[in-house]
């Protein structure tokens, strides 16, 4: 599963670009599935039918989702020596960009720079105060490689140190991995399972809010990487890098709904794999816009913890992604029904 991992990670897809990640999820899901289209917005919506069952029961329609897109950044100015000033694409972080690099789509690449001037040693550097230096020596040049409106990501190739994975966009192409994983592990399916990769997530959850709608799921699941609370004067927070796969309780943009956060605890249990309950005080996932969806969606998620997210060294721990996918599985094998 690493090298798949590392393969999902290292691809291009800053929010609204995910064209790259998305041929390289439908070519690894494309024999497993039943069905797989791609809607208005881009959302990746692979139906695995349920195996028949004899009664004519109708299966239960159940949704997980990972986002396909990253943070990265948009050109917003050229300026005539050639630097490009840029937006956030997501929450970015100003000091995670310096030392760092950035690629676009067409595979130019750039390192961030910042102002000197009138910045005191105890100021933290702001995005405005930041370029991005794609080495052209003046504007006419560097619009020949870019323009106003291009995306770009961090670039930084997949890394392991321990039993620990390091990578830019580990949120959340580890999710979308967990789910490739699921697919081709389910050996029974008693449900119509819709695997669904996302878009635009960073920038409002835009991609679950159509896909959702589309698919009208009786039940949802989002898997998407979380905060930790385990490094040194960290914020506090219940989860552990290392610990298991994070069941939501609550974060900004949601209240898991009791059942499915149950039949999550539950399956954890029956397997007997670690799990952590998590309260995320930070940002919301696409469950948030899921659990909202028509007449309302009984939604939870399964969280991989991750260090450092938002950086490009976002570090996850091996055996919760493992974890996470036996969890996953054991769910969906089982006729979901709450
Ligand atoms: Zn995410
Ligand atoms: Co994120």
Same mark, same amino acid.
């Given at each position: ?88 694409? %997501? ?57 106003? %409106? ?189």
């Amino acid at each position: 599963m690493k090298e798949l991992i590392a393969r999902l990670v290292e691809a291009y897809g800053p929010s609204g670009n995910e064209e790259q990640v998305r041929a390289l999820i439908q070519d690894e899901i494309k024999a497993h599935v039943d069905e797989a289209r791609v809607d208005a917005l881009g959302n990746l919506v692979a139906l695995l039918k349920s195996d028949p069952d004899g009664q004519g029961k109708p299966p239960t329609r159940v949704m997980v989702a990972a986002h396909m897109d990253e943070i990265g950044i948009i050109v917003t100015h050229i300026d005539e020596k050639g630097f490009l000033r840029f937006a956030p694409i %997501g929450g970015l972080t100003p000091l995670t960009l310096l030392g760092n690099r950035a690629v676009f789509a067409n595979g130019v690449m750039g390192t961030f720079g910042m102002e000197k001037r009138e910045i005191l040693p105890t100021e933290k550097p702001k995005l405005d105060r930041m370029f991005l230096d794609i080495g052209t020596p003046d504007k006419e040049s560097a619009l020949k490689l870019v323009s106003v %409106g291009d995306a770009a990501a961090f670039s930084r190739g997949f890394a392991q140190a321990g039993n620990r994975l390091l990578a830019k966009a580990m949120d959340d192409r580890i999710g979308c991995a967990i789910l490739i994983q699921v697919v081709k592990t389910l050996k029974k399916n008693p449900n119509d399972i819709y695997f669904v990769f996302t878009v635009q997530e960073e920038v409002g959850c835009r991609g679950a809010v159509t896909s959702t709608y589309g698919v009208q799921p009786d039940l949802a699941i989002a898997v998407d990487a979380t905060d930790t609370g385990d490094t040194p004067e960290s914020r506090p927070m219940n989860v552990t890098l290392g610990k298991g796969p994070a069941i939501k309780v609550k974060d900004a943009g949601m209240l898991a709904h009791p059942a499915v956060r149950r039949l999550l605890v539950e399956a954890a249990k029956g397997l007997g794999i670690p799990y952590q309950l998590e309260v995320l005080e930070g940002g919301p996932t696409d469950a948030m816009v899921m659990q909202t969806s028509r007449e309302g969606v009984p939604s939870g998620v399964v969280s991989i913890p991750c260090r450092y997210v938002h950086s490009p060294s976002e570090m996850v721990d091996y055996d919760d992604v493992t974890n996470a996918v036996k969890l996953l599985t054991k769910v969906l094998e089982d006729r979901v029904a709450i």
